[in-house]
T-cell receptor, first 115, second 115 residues
Framework: DTGVSQDPRHKITKRGQNVTFRCDPI?????LYWYRQTLGQGPEFLTY????????KSRLLSDRFSAERPKGSFSTLEIQRTEQGDSAMYLCASSLAGGMNTEAFFGQGTRLTVV | AQKITQTQPGMFVQEKEAVTLDCTYDTSDPSYGLFWYKQPSSGEMIFLIY??????QNATEGRYSLNFQKARKSANLVISASQLGDSAMYFCAMGSNFGNEKLTFGTGTRLTIIP
């Protein structure tokens, strides 16, 4: 297992279109996280799963955003009716559930550009 | 609510010199974890070092050490003997009380190592 992988790496879409991103975590990791990073900022938490259960969603995750992790393995993040403000890097991370010193391993992200 | 502040947008350091990247934090949680991540131009967030709020000793990982001053709420990253490959964005982050379900990141510091 080579780490967290995200697909696609880059996505350009027209405003109003729907997009879907995929994240494959490290296989033994039961936690999966989605973050959004805009230019010049640090990543901002969007949501996380433990196994297939979505345990927390940020207020940043509007009703146009939906995330799933149907079998507790890979996850998808869908954005409906994209807006220019959705342009950002979307980062996925995974970790083992446990104490506070369990670090999250990040993928290389999907860069979304809405035109 | 948790907050991370990184006041150095950019730093330039001569190769082989040591560098300190500043991080201050604010939280009402009695226990928490502090992390440093490196983000090269490829986009992936690379875990560097972790410090628990109840750890008695400052964390060290190879050339990285964390200067943790709890009373001052600071968690500065020290990189010894800097290398050209250290040029990247560096983010300080804090984990929540119950096991780092989500991380709160600062805005980052862009470190450039000069040959």
């Amino acid at each position: 297992d080579t780490g967290v992988s995200q697909d696609p790496r880059h996505k350009i879409t027209k405003r109003g279109q729907n997009v879907t991103f995929r994240c494959d975590p490290i296989s033994e990791h039961n936690r999966l996280y989605w973050y959004r990073q805009t230019l010049g900022q640090g990543p901002e938490f969007l949501t996380y799963f433990q196994n297939e259960a979505q345990l927390e969603k940020s207020r940043l995750l509007s009703d146009r955003f939906s995330a799933e992790r149907p079998k507790g393995s890979f996850s998808t993040l869908e954005i409906q009716r994209t807006e220019q403000g959705d342009s950002a890097m979307y980062l996925c991370a995974s970790s083992l559930a446990g104490g506070m010193n369990t670090e999250a391993f990040f993928g290389q992200g999907t860069r979304l550009t809405v035109v | 609510a948790q907050k991370i502040t990184q006041t150095q947008p950019g730093m330039f350091v001569q190769e082989k010199e040591a560098v300190t990247l500043d991080c201050t934090y604010d939280t009402s949680d009695p226990s928490y974890g502090l992390f440093w991540y490196k983000q090269p131009s490829s986009g992936e967030m690379i875990f560097l070092i972790y410090q628990g709020s109840y750890d008695q000793q400052n964390a060290t990982e190879g050339r990285y050490s964390l200067n943790f001053q709890k009373a001052r709420k600071s968690a500065n990253l020290v990189i010894s003997a800097s290398q050209l490959g250290d040029s990247a964005m560096y983010f300080c982050a804090m984990g929540s009380n119950f096991g780092n379900e989500k991380l709160t990141f600062g805005t980052g510091t862009r470190l450039t190592i000069i040959p």
